[in-house]
C-alpha cells in the first residue's frame, strides 16, 4: 500500500535557526513528490515537484530534495511568516494522478 | 493569476440534507480532484475526474457521492444524505496533465449537525 509518512509532526525554531522536515514514502513507482505549505482553514500552497533521486529545487529559503525513500524540506534561517502546516504528497506511476498526503509537519518560527 | 475558486467557503446543514459543493478549475485544465480534510487529519483523496467520466474514486466516495461538470466550467461534488462524519474540509484542485503540479481551491468546510 502506497504510504506517505512526515516527521517531526511539530516544530518549534527560533528565527533564523535553521532545520530540516522528513517525508518518508513508499510507493508502487513513483511518478512525483509534491511539497505544499497550508495555512490554517486554508487550501495546500504548492510549493515543489521533484521527479527523480537526486533533484533538488530551491525557492526563498526553502530546499527540496529527494531519495528514493524520502524528501527533505530544509529551511534557512526562518522568519514568523514561515509558521505553517508543510504537507507532502506522492502520486503513483501506475494511478490517476491522486495525490497520497502525509500527516503533515506543523512549523512554528519565534521572533 | 489563474486559481481554483470553492463556493460556499462554509455550508451547515442537517443530517440527512444534500449538499452540493461547487467548484470552478483553471480554465485551461483537464483532470480534476476532490479531497477532504477532517479536522487535524490527512488530506484524502476523494475521486479523480477526466474526460467528464471518473477515472478513479476512494473507498470514502460511497454511492451518497458523486461528482458531475455540468457547463464545462463548474466542477460539483454532491452528498445525496449528509452523516455527521461527513463534516470537513471539502478541496477542489486541477491540473492540465496527470503529471503536472495539482492547485488547490481555499476549500468548502461542511458541518453536519
Known amino acids: 500500500e502506497d504510504q506517505v509518512t512526515q516527521s517531526p509532526e511539530a516544530l518549534r525554531l527560533q528565527e533564523g535557526e535553521s532545520s530540516s522536515l522528513n517525508c518518508s514514502y513508499t510507493?508502487?513507482?513513483?511518478?512525483?513528490l509534491f511539497w505544499y505549505r497550508q495555512d490554517p482553514g486554508k487550501g495546500p500552497e504548492f510549493l515543489f515537484t521533484?521527479?527523480?533521486a537526486g533533484e533538488e529545487k530551491e525557492k526563498e529559503r526553502l530546499k527540496a530534495t529527494l531519495t528514493k525513500k524520502e524528501s527533505f524540506l530544509h529551511i534557512t534561517a526562518p522568519k514568523p511568516e514561515d509558521s505553517a502546516t508543510y504537507l507532502c504528497?506522492?502520486?503513483?506511476?501506475?494511478?490517476?494522478?491522486?495525490?497520497?498526503f502525509g500527516q503533515g509537519t506543523t512549523l512554528q518560527v519565534k521572533p | 493569476e489563474p486559481e481554483v475558486t470553492q463556493t460556499p467557503s462554509h455550508q451547515v446543514t442537517q443530517m440527512g440534507q444534500e449538499v452540493i459543493l461547487r467548484c470552478v478549475p483553471i480554465?485551461?485544465?483537464?483532470?480534476f480532484y476532490w479531497y477532504r480534510q477532517i479536522l487535524g487529519q490527512k488530506v484524502e483523496f476523494l475521486v479523480s475526474?477526466?474526460?467528464?467520466?471518473?477515472?478513479?474514486k476512494s473507498e470514502i466516495f460511497d454511492d451518497q457521492f458523486s461528482v458531475e461538470r455540468p457547463d464545462g466550467s463548474n466542477f460539483t461534488l454532491k452528498i445525496r444524505s449528509t452523516k455527521l462524519e461527513d463534516s470537513a474540509m471539502y478541496f477542489c484542485?486541477?491540473?492540465?496533465?496527470?503529471?503536472?503540479?495539482?492547485?488547490f481551491g481555499p476549500g468548502t468546510r461542511l458541518t453536519v449537525l
Open positions: 480554465s485551461n485544465h483537464l483532470y
Open positions: 475526474f477526466y474526460n467528464n467520466e471518473i477515472s478513479e
Open positions: 510507493v508502487s513507482g513513483l511518478r512525483g
Open positions: 484542485a486541477s491540473t492540465p496533465g496527470i503529471r503536472d503540479t495539482q492547485y
Open positions: 521533484l521527479y527523480s
Open positions: 504528497a506522492v502520486q503513483a506511476s501506475s494511478n490517476t494522478g491522486k495525490l497520497i
